[in-house]
T-cell receptor, first 109, second 118 residues
Framework: GEDVEQSLFLSVREGDSSVINCTYTDSSSTYLYWYKQEPGAGLQLLTYIFSNMDMKQDQRLTVLLNKKDKHLSLRIADTQTGDSAIYFCAESSASKIIFGSGTRLSIRP | GAGVSQTPSNKVTEKGKYVELRCDPISGHTALYWYRQSLGQGPEFLIYFQGTGAADDSGLPNDRFFAVRPEGSVSTLKIQRTERGDSAVYLC????????????????FGPGTRLTVL
């Protein structure tokens, strides 16, 4: 069945780049997503990429998609304390979204 | 409305009781989704409505769970004979068109209802 895997934790120094990686299984996914969840807040759609694209850049965010390896990454440039959150990778699968378990990003001074 | 809203924000109930969770989607969105998020996990799909009808209910865990959307807008998720394992955050999302032409459009999530079954 469909599955999305991502590492559970990432710690980076403030000002450095963060790279969160994800693998997925459904090769028919048309969209791949990155959602952000802060404590006590709802899921916020950060960015998404169509499956026929390799890269998408949106201000400090860069999404890279390797469709052959079914690998997706999110790079956050100049990471700030406000970027502390759980980041969910997700793939579209027919009418639903399949989420990974989330990567908790912590920022150290 | 400006976004997806859900009520109540928190619900505490006793094992065996019946609960209803409400979702108000973004105005004009034809598609509505329910997900469940357990502690330390990502959201898991429960059900998808296109208009008034449940187009995909493959994620409902058992027949204690039921959802309706009678007028194609507000939806209610109903859980009968609640069990401690039902404790989770229940998330609702809506999207403008849903599943059309072989792809789904962007889903916008509400803040969730935290259900605790004692």
């Amino acid at each position: 069945g469909e599955d999305v895997e991502q590492s559970l934790f990432l710690s980076v120094r403030e000002g450095d780049s963060s790279v969160i990686n994800c693998t997925y299984t459904d090769s028919s996914s048309t969209y791949l997503y990155w959602y952000k969840q802060e404590p006590g807040a709802g899921l916020q759609l950060l960015t998404y990429i169509f499956s026929n694209m390799d890269m998408k850049q949106d201000q400090r965010l860069t999404v890279l998609l390797n469709k052959k390896d079914k690998h997706l990454s999110l790079r956050i440039a100049d990471t700030q304390t406000g970027d502390s959150a759980i980041y969910f990778c997700a793939e579209s699968s027919a009418s639903k979204i399949i989420f990974g378990s989330g990567t908790r990003l912590s920022i150290r001074p | 409305g400006a976004g997806v809203s859900q009520t109540p924000s928190n619900k505490v109930t006793e094992k065996g009781k019946y609960v209803e969770l409400r979702c108000d989607p973004i105005s004009g969105h034809t598609a509505l989704y329910w997900y469940r998020q357990s502690l330390g996990q990502g959201p898991e799909f429960l059900i998808y409505f296109q208009g008034t009808g449940a187009a995909d209910d493959s994620g409902l865990p058992n027949d204690r769970f039921f959802a309706v959307r009678p007028e194609g807008s507000v939806s209610t998720l109903k859980i009968q004979r609640t069990e401690r394992g039902d404790s989770a955050v229940y998330l609702c999302a809506s999207s403008l068109n849903g599943w059309t032409s072989g792809k789904t459009d962007t889903q916008y999530f509400g803040p969730g209802t935290r259900l605790t079954v004692l």
